[in-house]
């Protein structure tokens, strides 16, 4: 018996520090650095079928950039709730968005967001691909992360959240769109 309950308090212990660190997830570029430049496969935005660096092209305005290593129901609800905030915002303050999805099949992910902009009506947040599942070395996106959201403007990260699988909740997604204030004022 002993040894039952010893061996049960070490199966929490582990499962409660596995939770812990998954909570803990450092990915992507952290507040106050300056994000690189790096190229995308436009899928879904006004360039689609061209390779292009949305970072470039949004320079210093206010943008919200998401890396995702897959589009589930969680994830499509944050870029829609995302992109109803930039589209509120794009005109005055110039706000901007864009989804990269992590994949080393870009040409299986195409029909699938093609379809998710279509379905959710998205206006002003293109869907592209990065074709690694890595991510841009520069940005460091972390082999556990399934989605990371970076916020910057002026050319300086003022958000960064870090989502392991399962962790993107709507509570959660409620904090990142609130988050956008940040990038806003």
């Known amino acids: 018996m002993r040894k039952f309950v010893a061996v049960a308090a070490m199966a929490v212990a582990v499962a409660v520090t596995g939770v812990v660190n998954a909570a803990d997830i450092k990915s992507g ?36 950039s998401i890396f995702a290593r897959k589009m589930d129901e969680s994830v499509v609800k944050l ?8 589209v509120k915002n794009s005109d005055d303050k110039k706000m901007a968005a864009f989804v990269t999805v992590l994949t080393n099949n870009p040409d ?37 992360a399934e989605v990371t959201v970076m916020m910057w403007v002026d050319a300086d990260v003022k958000v960064n959240h870090a989502f392991a699988a399962g962790e993107l909740t709507a509570e ?13 004022n």
């Open 172 to 184: 959660n997604i409620a904090k990142v769109v609130a988050d956008t204030k940040k990038i806003l």
């Open 108 to 144: 299986a992910a195409e029909g699938e967001l093609k379809k998710i902009a279509d379905t959710q009506q998205l206006k002003r947040t293109p869907l592209t691909v990065f074709e690694n599942n890595a991510g841009p070395a520069k940005y460091k996106i972390d082999e556990k």
């Open 79 to 86: 870029v829609k709730e995302l992109d109803n905030v930039v």
């Open 29 to 64: 570029l952290q507040v106050g650095d300056g994000p690189p430049a790096f190229t995308v496969l436009d899928i879904t935005g006004p360039s689609a079928g061209q390779k292009l660096c949305y970072r470039c092209q949004y320079s210093d305005r206010p943008v919200v």
